[in-house]
């Protein structure tokens, strides 16, 4: 730093203000300081810079480690927009989503001082560990329980499963079945009530609801008792990977998609489009949901000010293939 301040000739106070985006600096001297970092190659010390002020150019985010699709494509999507707005961002990951363990990677993030929290909060027992942050600790949601008071963003599973329920009701079949996620998840909430709203508006008769876990063994599980039921003749899943497994035990057993029975999955993983047949699927917006999230944050961040109510709903598209037809 000091090798800038003499190239540039200012104080080293001075150059400080200018890696700290303070206001109280002319353009002239704010162009000449950038110029010197730019010629001596001078990268900042994120560590020292958050030791003087407090924060960092660092955004913490806890995120289950996994390999499920919607998870992983939401961190990734967040951490590209952060990284685009000059933000690093350090991913606590946690083996299992319960209090303890994200209440213990929410304390390494704010012991390294970090400018503020995204916690991809999907499933209930998440929300408790955030009960006693600092309040002056700038937080968003994702995903997480929309009973809490924090800034949340959430992809909207209601529409979502609405959208293909009604697909499917379009194409002429009486009822739809549903193959659940996790019941402590609240995406697989989101898509139960969705199912089952859009059966109700039509007056269709709600089938008994079949659990999974977001596998493509839970689909094949209970992919063994529909294919025996010749009143089946539509399935939507909470996942693709559920619908994978379900292809696989209707192929088994001489049921063919979508002559006898359709299906509609969720999530739009990139192998959907190569199942056979190719899936019809839910394709949540990652990306939108990680601007509004990062939006949301820096907002915070720039203002000092922590927001407990802000609400964003990102709206899902149906991704219309061959895994749909009328039935037989």
């Not at 859009?198 to 089938?207: N, Q, T």
Request: proline share 6%.
């Amino acid at each position: 730093m000091m090798d800038v301040a003499r190239l540039a000739g200012v104080s080293h106070q001075t150059v400080s203000r200018v890696l700290n985006e303070h206001k109280n600096v002319s353009e002239q001297t704010r162009l000449k300081v950038r110029a010197a970092i730019a010629e001596l190659g001078y990268r900042p010390d994120r560590a020292a810079r958050a030791l003087v002020t407090g924060t960092s150019k660092v955004i913490g985010v806890v995120a289950q480690n996994s390999s499920l699709f919607g998870p992983s494509s939401m961190l990734a999507a967040f951490e590209e927009a952060a990284q685009a707005t000059g933000f690093a961002v350090n991913v606590g990951s946690v083996r299992n989503l319960d209090e303890r363990s994200i209440a213990e990677a929410v304390e390494r993030h704010l012991d390294q001082r970090v400018a503020g929290l995204v916690v991809l909060a999907p499933v209930a027992g998440a929300g408790a560990a955030l009960e006693h942050l600092p309040d002056d600790v700038p937080l968003v949601t994702i995903d997480g329980d929309p009973e809490r008071a924090s800034t949340l963003v959430t992809v909207d599973q209601v529409f979502g499963a609405r959208a293909a329920t009604e697909h499917l009701l379009a194409a002429g079949h009486p009822s739809v079945w549903h193959i659940s996620g996790p019941s402590d998840w609240f995406d697989a909430a989101g898509r139960v009530r969705g199912w089952e709203s859009a059966l109700k508006d039509a007056g269709a008769e709600i089938p008994p609801l079949l659990s999974g876990d977001w596998s493509a063994a839970s689909g094949y599980r209970n992919g063994q008792l529909l294919a025996r039921l010749p009143e089946v003749t539509a399935v939507f899943t909470a996942n693709d990977n559920i619908a994978l497994g379900l292809l696989r035990a209707l192929n088994e057993h001489g049921r063919r998609v979508p002559e006898d029975v359709s299906i509609v999955g969720f999530d739009d993983v990139p192998e959907a489009a190569y199942f056979t047949p190719p899936l019809t699927t839910v394709r949540p917006d990652f990306d939108a949901a990680a601007a509004a999230s990062l939006e949301l944050l820096l907002a915070q961040i720039e203002s000092g000010t922590v927001d407990t109510s802000t609400r964003r709903t990102i709206a899902p598209a149906l991704v219309v293939r061959d895994s749909v037809a009328p039935p037989a």
